[in-house]
């Protein structure tokens, strides 16, 4: 994810990664003999715990399939072992996370590479220390500017990437890349809840944070766009055609009907119609759960109030505006204009059609999730792909036949619990095996042909989604990890 096209081919990974021992582009898949751990070495890893590390260890215990267990303790620890910068400011504790192979901070992605380590917080003080970091970094972050996607760590510094460098936008100190995406500001509040829940800790819920999380719900409500089109506008000098907005960098026209525009995907490509719909139904969870912590933990009733009324109104639009009618049945669009115009698709990047349930958004036995997932898992969504690898979904990003491992993980993690759920989950788990070309780890996307051609060999995302997996098979289904 994040690439363009100046950084499609980014295949190898640096030495500030510390991951030593990796075999590169063209490597064949590794036998018993090459097992080796591929993290750096103790004294190079970033971030050490010794509860995450004491889970992997037994977790590998129980998983019959070596190739399966030596990919399992190399991709969990990813984010921890290499991308993390861990301090103070202010005297708060503060965390910088990186994606990988692009030195700067996406709201997305830290959020979720850090959420598999939550079921270890109340056992681990320094655990618990890193996601209030990572909380405390979030809300500093909105408030230099709640329309960006990425930071720096010196939030005076200017962006480096060259290819932000000369966007026309309102670009400030301290951003590394601003385009506009609504799930940018719904993975924090899906972290900060999970984090609450899981620990009981409220300490990183300060008035900073909740003033952050005001300008969270005041940006939504800009983003609506009832009364003009707002403050944001974005375009790019890009051979890319996703890259960049139409119409003066607003996008594309829309009727406000209540929903709220994403003017990029989760990819980072902008969007063909600006009503996002996965994006849009994951601010209504995510609303949600800020509201619950505003009632139970700042106690500030105004900004539940707030919070809960934008989610519900959302939720509304969504049904009137959102749904696609097929000889199937009824399914979720992936993209709406509020005139009436509806793009079917769907995006390895979560959130996307596929990953609902994982977001909370409705169960898997949901009927109405359930056509969806069978309509983006088929030839009738343009970005599925089918080959001797494997198959699964990719998007614009990196092109036709790129399968993102992020998809087939997301089909796993969604699975349906019956028989018929544990052939897919078994299937996603071959598939991810063949993915890796040799390196250990997970990609951005590979070659459905081919998994030698592969994108991004650091991509710190992917490798702890597919290590939240097996944990989650781990306590749900051992079974499946006996033997696959």
């Known amino acids: 994810m994040h690439a363009t096209p100046s950084r499609r081919t980014l295949l190898q990974f640096g030495a500030a990664a510390g991951l030593t021992g990796l075999a590169g582009l063209g490597a064949p898949r590794a036998s018993a003999a090459t097992f080796e751990s591929r993290r750096p070495p103790p004294g190079q890893r970033h971030f050490v715990s010794r509860t995450v590390d004491a889970a992997i260890a037994d977790v590998q215990r129980r998983i019959g399939d070596p190739e399966l267990a030596w990919l399992f303790a190399n991709c969990l620890p990813n984010t921890l072992d290499t991308t993390v910068s861990l301090g103070t400011v202010d005297g708060k504790p503060d965390a910088f996370v990186i994606t990988g192979d692009i030195d700067a901070m996406w709201l997305r992605d830290s959020s979720a590479q850090v959420w598999p380590y939550l079921p270890f917080v109340r056992e681990d003080a320094e655990l618990r220390r890193l996601f209030q970091g990572v909380i405390h970094r979030h809300a500093r972050c909105i408030l230099i500017d709640p329309y960006a996607n990425a930071f720096l760590q010196d939030p005076t510094a200017r962006t480096q990437l060259k290819w932000a460098i000369g966007d026309l936008t309102d670009m400030r100190p301290g951003v590394s890349e601003r385009k506009w995406e609504l799930d940018s500001l719904c993975w924090p509040l899906r972290l900060a809840h999970g984090y609450w829940r899981?620990?009981?800790?409220?300490?990183?819920?300060?008035?900073?944070?909740?003033?952050?999380?005001?300008?969270?719900?005041?940006?939504?409500?800009?983003?609506?766009?009832?009364t003009g089109p707002g403050p944001y506008q974005f375009q790019r000098k890009a051979e890319a055609a996703t890259e960049t907005l139409v119409l003066s960098g607003y996008g594309a026209p829309t009727r406000p009907v209540g929903l709220i525009h994403s003017m990029f995907r989760p990819s980072d490509d902008a969007c063909v119609y600006p009503f996002l719909v996965p994006a849009n139904l994951f601010a209504v969870v995510s609303l949600r759960q800020l509201a619950e912590i505003a009632n139970a933990v700042l106690h500030d009733t105004a900004l539940a109030t707030d919070a809960k009324a934008l989610a519900d109104e959302v939720a509304t639009a969504l049904r009137r505006h959102a749904?696609?009618?097929?000889?199937?049945?009824?399914?979720?669009?992936?993209?709406?204009?509020?005139?009436?115009?509806?793009?079917?698709?769907?995006?390895?990047?979560?959130?996307?059609?596929l990953s609902l349930p994982y977001l909370g958004v409705c169960a898997v036995d949901e009927p109405l999730y359930r056509r969806t997932r069978a309509r983006a898992w088929s030839p009738d969504n343009p970005y599925f792909f089918r080959g001797r690898v494997a198959e699964g979904t990719g998007g614009p990003h990196e092109g036709l036949r790129m399968i993102w491992p992020m998809s087939i993980t997301v089909k796993a993690l969604t699975a349906p619990a019956t028989p018929a759920g544990d052939a897919e989950i078994r299937q996603?788990?071959?598939?991810?095996?063949?993915?890796?070309?040799?390196?250990?780890?997970?990609?951005?996307?590979?070659?459905?042909?081919?998994?030698?051609?592969?994108?991004?060999?650091?991509?710190?995302?992917?490798?702890?989604?597919?290590?939240?997996?097996?944990?989650d098979l781990a306590r749900r289904k051992p079974a499946l990890l006996q033997a696959n």
């Open 198 to 226: 899981a620990s009981g800790d409220v300490t990183p819920f300060d008035e900073q944070w909740a003033e952050a999380m005001r300008a969270v719900v005041r940006t939504m409500r800009e983003q609506q766009r009832k």
């Open 428 to 471: 996603c788990l071959r598939w991810l095996q063949a993915s890796h070309a040799g390196t250990g780890f997970m990609h951005e996307a590979f070659d459905q042909d081919d998994a030698t051609h592969y994108t991004r060999a650091w991509f710190a995302w992917a490798n702890g989604l597919f290590g939240e997996l097996i944990l």
């Open 323 to 353: 749904r696609l009618r097929t000889p199937q049945g009824e399914v979720w669009a992936y993209e709406v204009d509020g005139f009436g115009n509806q793009l079917f698709m769907d995006d390895a990047n979560a959130p996307s059609l």
